[in-house]
């Protein structure tokens, strides 16, 4: 069974901090997705990396793919309160199902 | 594009009892996969059907099933509920290519009393 593990937990920041998230398994994952998940609301996908190594970034968030493909981080600098929510990273493999960690609750204070 | 809709958004039912939650994907969306997301145990992908035909199946009992209708909407349906089925259920949809986006509906709210 592949399992993610992320940590923190729980993380509360301040607006204007700078944070890191991450996302870790002993199994070799073919992607690694980011999503954000608010209140009262579905997962929206941030990203997907597929290659080891790789970094891609989306204004503010900084998502990598480790080398063997087995962790992911997201890094997000200067944190707004827009920002609040549940980080989740999500794993896929060859048959097309997602393994997800339990994720990140990030809040954000003005 | 319309997103991915669910219904009911809310349901209270007790032991014991049934219950059917409907998915509608994004048009044109070949694949939903339903997924049970609790505080304790996250996301955990209960199944996926393609073209009315259940692809994959996680580690969930029989009692948790569903099927997939021609025009590519899902319903899943839980018998003898169980106090440990309450939880937010997910449905997600994404289109024939396996490296497609998955979209998320807003999940059904279930709780058993």
């Known amino acids: 069974t592949q399992l993610l593990e992320q940590s923190p937990q729980f993380l509360s920041i301040q607006e204007g901090e700078n944070l890191t998230v991450y996302c870790n398994s002993s199994?070799?994952?073919?992607?690694l997705q980011w999503y954000r998940q608010e209140p009262g609301e579905g997962p929206v996908l941030l990203v997907t990396?597929?290659?080891?190594?790789e970094v891609k970034k989306l204004k503010r968030l900084t998502f990598q793919f480790g080398d063997a493909r087995k962790d992911s981080s997201l890094h997000i600098t200067a944190a707004q309160p827009g920002d609040t929510g549940l980080y989740l990273c999500?794993?896929?493999?060859?048959?097309?199902?997602?393994?997800f960690g339990k994720g990140t609750l990030l809040t954000v204070n003005p | 594009k319309a997103g991915v809709t669910q219904t009911p958004r809310y349901l209270i039912k007790t032991r014991g009892q049934q219950v059917t939650l409907s998915c509608s994907p994004i048009?044109?969306?070949?694949?939903v996969s339903w997924y049970q997301q609790t505080p304790g145990q996250g996301l955990q992908f209960l199944f996926e059907?393609?073209?009315?035909?259940?692809?994959n199946k996680g580690n969930f009992p029989g009692r948790f099933s569903g099927r997939q209708f021609s025009n590519s909407r899902s319903e899943m349906n839980v018998s003898t509920l169980e106090l440990g089925d309450s939880a937010l259920y997910l449905c997600?949809?994404?289109?024939?290519?396996?490296?497609?986006?998955?979209?998320f509906g807003p999940g059904t709210r279930l709780t058993v009393l």
């Open positions: 997600a949809s994404k289109g024939q290519s396996g490296t497609d986006t998955q979209y």
């Open positions: 199994s070799v994952f073919s992607s």
């Open positions: 990396v597929v290659t080891g190594g």
């Open positions: 999500a794993g896929g493999g060859s048959n097309y199902k997602l393994t």
């Open positions: 048009s044109g969306h070949r694949s």
């Open positions: 059907y393609f073209s009315e035909t259940q692809r």
